[in-house]
């Protein structure tokens, strides 16, 4: 039994898995394990990396199976073998501090029903991942919140913020699930840990249901890592998101599917398959299992306007609108295609992603320019300098000097 | 055309210098030119790196035969120099050449432009570092135009000052139209430069014969402190001793203001103090009125030591001063406190428009490296004109 087991499910990557797995290996923490749950297509390069390079007993690998296994089948299997009390997920091109364990065990301490932790994230591009102009962001506050759930469930399942996203963080990927909750999940869902491909926010809209206990914390423990072959790196190109959608119904398989049949806005559309796959994950979650959204469609509409804006392009912006349009005049009937009404002309950014500063408690970073830096975990070093010490923020220090 | 002049006086810290201006000379403009005023002992250091560099941009002042006081290094520069705007840096710290472009912007919306300043940014060289060292870097990015009247009353009456006067308007991490310095040249005494502590006297100077004055709030340059440099003696009392006699030594004019009982080596406000008291008895100025917020300044400047002995003694050497100055009545307005408090830890993250952060970020080995990796997260001077 470890405090904290953070899984790495890989697939066909594993250049960026090793760099993640050198780097957390660099922890002097020891109460925590790794599990790489290796799902490529060549199992010989981290079976050798872990036999004659890493010596490491926090280290675990599982190998690939005889077939390919679907991302949320690859997730799935990590569960069984987790030893920890909290339990964690990362890509394998991120990088996580396993300090966290400790602010785990703050939190914890202050609230033995505990049952999510989430922190900030910063974000990073992988060098070969820079094909447009790109910003790292650093998140600077070091606070913690108890969150309000109904305000989180608003958020989340209502999409009451309105924007191209709905808040996610309290869940496991990139944040901290007790494995009791995971339990009760895979009893209460299913008999699965993760039942939807979007797999992430399938885990979040149960977490977020189910958590005796949340907590936020500001300061950022973990670094999503975007390299080329990255789900994220589809929104600097339509072409790369194109092929990762691909990919991604192919590995689906027979298994579950992100459904389209009552939520028409499909993630083949062009430039939506991010945007679509998470509010076809919310809104299959809340019809599946009976989940209050009342408002969803019309702040959803919103949320679309907002995602057409994101455009880089006026051709994007054109796709986009073309494909929303569709989906709305397909949905319940059309009842919504009339709120629709994105701007007819779209004039793009004329500075996408190079304003660096700071931007509310957010700080923008032109990564390109750190030389030095070349992945997430090097990254997060540098943003070290630029964040309160994890030690005040283990001890809830309150003072500090001018 | 030459728009900008940077000026880099030195003397004997020739690395530093060197690794200031090949920075600079990396960057791809051609409107500014550097001119580095080498008072070394040795000239061979620089006229070789100088040969090297072999760039038009740069120009090299060889020492002279004998060694010029830091004055008389700063007044050399200016005719040999020839951009349409001045600024001066230490050898041991950086200036973005892209100054030019924030120069050309800012013309177009103050016409009138002739003075610029901008925000600060803080550097000491990782050799003289004894551990993690926290500082901070404004997050702002506007021009802001100021009124000459405020910058008055900051600079001559010391409304609101911190240890010195809120007022940074001159060529020493500032830029100044040579048309202006020409002013002052002729304003006063067919000089460019009056007093020994030359950058608060230039302060001086331009704040009379400025006409329009505009701020930056991002940061274009960076305050380097290495080994030598005078910034090191705020730290160490030893180091500020020495510091301050060779500085005696070398000067050539007259650095104590009449009637002014404040010893320079008590410290930054003593000295401010004195070089502003100078330049107003040279000029027949008289003001009254500033004389508490003075007080008030001296009781912060002691509140700066970490150390309890150095403030101790900071503080008994003001009070001697102030009651000589104005009498036993005026030492009700000086109350240092010792303030450094060791088991509190540095605030570290984004408060007041402000990122507070330890200096070793991505281990930047020289000032120039540091306001690069800086620069990846202040606002991009390119972007500025797109903005107005």
Redesign the interface.
């Known amino acids: 039994m470890v405090y904290f087991t953070i899984c790495i499910p890989t697939r066909n990557r594993q250049r960026y898995c090793i760099e993640a797995i050198k780097a957390i290996a660099e922890s002097e923490e020891t109460d925590f394990e790794v599990i790489v749950a290796d799902n490529s297509d060549e199992p010989a390069i981290l079976d050798d990396y872990f036999r004659t390079e890493l010596d490491d007993s926090r280290f675990r690998l599982l190998p690939p199976q005889a077939t390919v296994l679907s991302m949320v089948d690859n997730w799935e299997r990590t569960m069984p073998e987790v030893r920890g009390r909290w339990v964690c997920m990362i890509g394998d091109d991120d990088h996580i501090d396993a300090s966290v364990l400790q602010l785990i065990r703050r939190y914890e301490r202050e609230q033995p029903e505990l049952e999510v932790v989430a922190w900030s994230r910063i974000s990073y591009n992988w060098p070969d991942n820079r094909a447009i102009a790109t910003l790292a962001t650093i998140p600077l506050g070091h606070v913690t919140h108890i969150p309000d759930r109904k305000t989180v469930k608003d958020k989340l399942y209502r999409w009451s913020e309105r924007e191209s996203r709905p808040m996610g963080g309290f869940g496991i990927y990139h944040g901290a699930v007790r494995r009791s909750l995971m339990e009760r999940i895979k009893r209460r869902y299913s008999d699965r840990y993760f039942e939807h491909p979007t797999v992430d926010f399938d885990n979040t809209c149960k977490v977020v249901t189910e958590a005796k206990a949340m907590v936020f914390c500001q300061r950022p423990f973990s670094v999503l890592g975007a390299c080329v072959a990255s789900n994220s790196a589809s929104t600097q190109s339509f072409e790369t998101m194109q092929k990762l959608v691909d990919d991604f119904y192919r590995d689906l398989g027979n298994g579950q599917q992100i459904q389209e049949d009552d939520f028409p806005f499909s993630p083949k559309l062009p430039g939506l398959a991010i945007f679509s796959s998470i509010a076809a994950t919310t809104w299959w979650f809340c019809r599946k299992y009976g989940v209050d959204n009342a408002g969803f469609q019309e702040n959803f509409v919103h949320s679309a306007i907002k995602e057409c804006q994101t455009s880089r392009t006026v051709e994007d912006y054109k796709l986009k609108v073309q494909g929303l349009r569709l989906g709305f005049e397909a949905f319940e009937g059309g009842v919504w295609a009339s709120q629709f009404n994105p701007p007819e002309t779209f004039t793009p950014p004329p500075t996408e992603n190079q304003v660096c500063g700071v931007v509310k408690d957010t700080l923008y970073v032109r990564e390109a320019g750190l030389e030095k830096v070349t992945t997430p975990a090097e990254f997060y070093r540098f943003a070290e300098a630029l964040l309160m010490p994890v030690k005040h923020v283990v001890s809830a220090r309150k003072e500090f000097a001018a | 055309m030459t728009v900008l002049s940077i000026c880099i006086p030195t003397r004997n810290r020739q690395i530093y210098a060197m690794s200031a201006v090949r920075h600079m000379l990396a960057c791809d403009r051609q409107d500014f030119e550097i001119v580095l005023a080498d008072n070394s002992d040795d000239a061979a250091p620089l006229a070789q790196f100088a040969a090297d560099c072999n760039d038009q941009r740069l120009k090299l002042l060889p020492p002279e035969d004998k060694v010029l006081s830091m004055r008389a290094n700063w007044e050399r520069i200016i005719p040999a120099s020839s951009g349409e705007w001045v600024s001066y840096i230490g050898d041991d710290d950086y200036l973005d050449p892209k100054l030019c472009e924030v120069i050309r912007v800012t013309k177009k919306v103050v016409p009138n432009v002739d003075a610029m300043t901008w925000g600060r940014l803080y550097f000491t060289w990782p050799d003289v570092r004894t551990g993690p060292e926290l500082t901070k870097m404004p ?1 702002g ?1 506007h021009l802001v135009g100021i009124k000459r009247d405020d910058m008055m009353r900051k600079l001559f009456f010391w409304e609101k000052a911190s240890d010195r006067p809120m007022c940074a308007f001159g060529v020493y991490h500032g830029v100044v139209k040579r048309s202006l310095m020409e002013d002052i040249r002729t304003t006063f005494n067919n000089e460019y430069f009056g007093h020994p502590i030359v950058d608060y006297d230039n302060i001086c100077r331009t704040l009379m014969v400025a006409k329009g004055l505009v701020y930056f709030e991002r940061p274009m340059s960076v305050f380097g402190a290495c080994k030598e440099s005078n910034t090191m003696g705020l730290r160490d009392e030893k180091v500020a001793e020495k510091l301050f006699s060779v500085f005696r030594k070398e000067m050539d004019k007259e650095m104590e203001a009449a009637d002014f009982p404040f010893p320079m080596e008590l410290g930054l406000t003593a000295q401010i103090g004195h070089v502003i008291e100078a330049f107003k008895q040279e000029q027949g100025i008289e003001i009254n009125a500033w004389e508490d917020n003075f007080i008030k300044a001296c009781a912060r400047n002691c509140e700066t030591h970490y150390s309890r002995k150095a403030f101790e003694a900071r503080k008994s050497g003001y009070r001697q001063a102030i009651k000589e100055w104005r009498g036993k009545k005026a030492l009700a307005l000086f109350e240092p406190k010792f303030k450094y ?1 060791p088991d ?7 408060h007041n428009n402000e ?1 507070s ?7 930047a080995e020289s000032a120039a490296e540091y306001y ?2 800086l ?6 001077i390119e ?1 500025l004109e ?1 903005r107005l």
């Open positions: 997050s990015s408090r509190i830890p540095p605030f570290i993250g984004f990122i952060f330890d200096m070793d970020i991505g281990g690069d990796i620069g990846n997260m202040m606002f991009p972007l797109g």
